[in-house]
């Protein structure tokens, strides 16, 4: 592992008495607010309604926020413990892989100044332990989103990324960030085939980025693929093992509301299709897509060896759902 990563190692690890991760993170970004110095608490902290707040980005750019390495060392020790409050140790250790590989980029193609691992930025949006507030900690292949309302937490949108998908030279070469994305996703299309269900293959070629993009909203796509109450089922519990791997890189408690969410919509409505080759080295595109959210994972770009994972929900990113539901709760009570 490269020097410029090591401080963040010793922040990563759980805490014995946990408390709720709506109270854990509250009380770190209380903290880290704490540490910071006139200037880059102005950077840090904004409204919650800031226009900023739905800036949904995972390509390489400045944002808002304060970068880490305007930090000093006290406040990167105090956002990485805001970061493990919403985080699995799982999801934890990801995202420092993915910060990892923004030093393998700036090595292959030396360029510190477009590669930095330390430009991954904080925002805080509204104040902590208000009735709504959010954060988010971004930067490149790196997306995370919270929002707080009324003492429950919305977590999409999210996006890791993984360039390379495989490093192939230098200290970390055999490194796979998102192996379990890409083997786990690429094993159910290849079962399925198996089991005649070729039309979960639903183009030949892989798209070359994932549909949802950028964009600020996310919709549903096209149904394409097999149901999930069409899979045998091993198939449909491979399926929802591999919307797990998406669920279980937050904290054990959001991971469980989010998979009660998606069930109490309807498992058996899940789509799960396939576009491209079913062969490590091949590129390939899938979609998982339920009545209220979509997966999308893609390995098209650099000869295949680059991949994009995101999960968004329709009515549910950036809190919007929430925010909706105590904006009208809150109005009702104001006309009684």
């Not at 949802?212 to 996310?218: M, W």
């Amino acid at each position: 592992m490269k020097p410029y990563l090591l401080f963040l190692i010793p922040y990563l690890a759980a805490a014995a008495d946990e408390p709720k991760p709506v109270d854990a993170m509250r009380a770190a970004a209380d903290a880290f607010v704490e540490t910071l110095g006139k200037d880059a608490r102005a950077k840090a902290c904004l409204g919650f309604s800031d226009e900023q707040r739905e800036n949904f980005r995972y390509t390489p750019r400045d944002r808002s926020g304060v970068p880490l390495k305007e930090l000093s060392e006290k406040s990167r020790e105090a956002a990485m413990k805001l970061l493990g409050a919403a985080l699995s140790e799982k999801g934890k250790h990801t995202a420092l892989e993915i910060l990892t590989l923004e030093g393998v980029l700036r090595d292959l193609e030396n360029n510190p100044g477009y590669r930095d691992p330390e430009r991954y930025f904080v925002t805080l949006f509204g104040k902590p332990g208000d009735a709504t507030w959010a954060w988010k900690f971004e930067g490149h292949h790196l997306s995370l989103n919270y929002t707080v309302a009324h003492g429950e937490v919305a977590v999409t949108p999210m996006f890791f990324g993984s360039n390379p998908a495989e490093v192939r030279q230098g200290p970390h070469k055999g490194l796979r960030v998102l192996a379990a994305e890409e083997d786990h996703a690429m094993a159910l299309a290849r079962a399925l085939i198996d089991d005649g269900m070729g039309e979960v293959v639903f183009s030949e070629k892989a798209p070359r980025e994932i549909l949802t993009g950028e964009e600020r909203k996310a919709t549903a796509l096209d149904p394409v693929g097999v149901a999930a109450a069409d899979m045998p089922a091993k198939r449909r519990e491979a399926l929802m093992e591999l919307i797990g791997i998406y669920l279980d890189r937050h904290h054990r408690v959001l991971a469980a509301a989010e998979r009660k969410r998606i069930e109490a919509a309807g498992a058996d409505k899940i789509r799960f299709g396939w576009a491209g080759g079913t062969r490590r080295g091949e590129a390939w595109y899938y979609r998982i897509q339920g009545p209220t959210f979509l997966m999308e994972g893609a390995n098209s770009q650099n000869d295949a060896n680059h991949i994009h994972t995101t999960w968004r929900a329709f009515d549910r990113d950036f809190g919007r759902d929430l925010l909706r539901e105590h904006y009208l709760e809150d109005h009702s009570e104001a006309e009684e």
